[in-house]
C-alpha cells in the first residue's frame, strides 16, 4: 500500500520562489506603466531641449567664423546704373562658399563638443507639476549627431519701409541627431538660419533681376533664393 501523505505539500523555498516570481512581475508591469505615461512627456521635453541646445551651438559657432573671416572680407556688392538705380547684387562666391564651410567644420566640432556631455531632466518635470519641475533624480540624454551636416547660404530680400529694402545672407544648417535617453531613442531634424549678412539699401531690387534664378521662394513679403 502506498502512502501519499505529504507529497501536495510545499516546501518554503516554493513559497520563496513565488514570492520572488510575483515581486518580479510586478516591477515589470510597474515599469511597462511608467513608461507608457512618462514616455510621450519626456520624449517632447528631450527633443525641445536637445534641439535648444543644438541651435545654441550652432548660432555661437557661427559668430565665431564670423568674427574671425568677415572682418576684411565683402560677401555682396551693390551694383547700380549712372543714376544710382539699383541694378543687382554681385556676390562674392568664393568667399560665400569659404564662410560655409568654415562655419559647417566649426559646427560639427561644437555638436561633437555637446555629445560627450550629458543633460538631465528633473524626474517632476515630467509630471506637468509646476512645484515639483526641478524636483527628483535627473534622467540623462545625451545627444548623438548621426546625419551630415548641410549649410546652404541664402539670399534674401525683405521690404524695410519706404523704397528700403533688407538684404541678408542667411547660413541655413541642417543636421540629424539622436537623442538618447532611457525608455527612448529619438531622431530630431535641427535646422537653423543664421545671418552671416545683413544691410538696409535704398531703392528696391528690380524684378527683372530675379528672373534666372532657381528655386526662388517669395511669400510674406520676403524673397529668396539659394545661393549656388
Do not use: C
Not at 11 to 25: E, S
Amino acid at each position: 500500500m502506498i502512502n501519499w501523505q505529504g507529497k501536495g505539500q510545499l516546501t518554503w523555498r516554493t513559497y520563496v520562489g513565488l514570492l520572488l516570481f510575483i515581486l518580479a512581475l510586478f516591477a515589470v508591469v510597474t515599469v511597462m506603466i511608467v513608461e507608457s505615461r512618462l514616455q510621450p512627456v519626456m520624449q517632447a521635453w528631450a527633443k525641445t531641449r536637445a534641439t535648444s541646445l543644438a541651435t545654441g551651438a550652432i548660432n555661437r559657432a557661427v559668430e565665431e567664423v564670423l568674427g574671425e573671416t568677415l572682418e576684411s572680407t565683402t560677401l555682396a556688392k551693390l551694383i547700380r546704373d549712372a543714376e544710382g538705380s539699383l541694378q543687382g547684387v554681385q556676390y562674392n562666391m568664393g568667399a560665400v562658399n569659404r564662410v560655409s564651410s568654415q562655419a559647417a567644420q566649426r559646427i560639427l566640432e561644437a555638436l561633437s563638443r555637446l555629445e560627450q556631455e550629458t543633460f538631465s531632466i528633473p524626474l517632476g518635470q515630467l509630471t506637468g507639476l509646476s512645484f515639483l519641475a526641478a524636483r527628483g533624480p535627473g534622467i540623462p540624454v545625451r545627444m548623438l549627431p548621426v546625419g551630415t551636416l548641410t549649410a546652404t547660404p541664402v539670399a534674401s530680400f525683405e521690404s524695410a519701409g519706404l523704397n528700403q529694402t533688407w538684404h541678408r545672407v542667411l547660413l541655413q544648417v541642417q543636421i540629424l541627431i539622436r537623442v538618447a535617453a532611457p525608455f527612448m531613442a529619438e531622431e530630431v531634424v535641427v535646422s537653423a538660419r543664421v545671418p552671416i549678412l545683413e544691410e538696409i539699401f535704398m531703392g528696391a531690387v528690380p524684378s527683372w533681376y530675379f528672373a534666372g534664378q532657381d528655386n526662388v521662394t517669395i511669400g510674406e513679403g520676403r524673397l529668396e533664393f539659394p545661393l549656388n
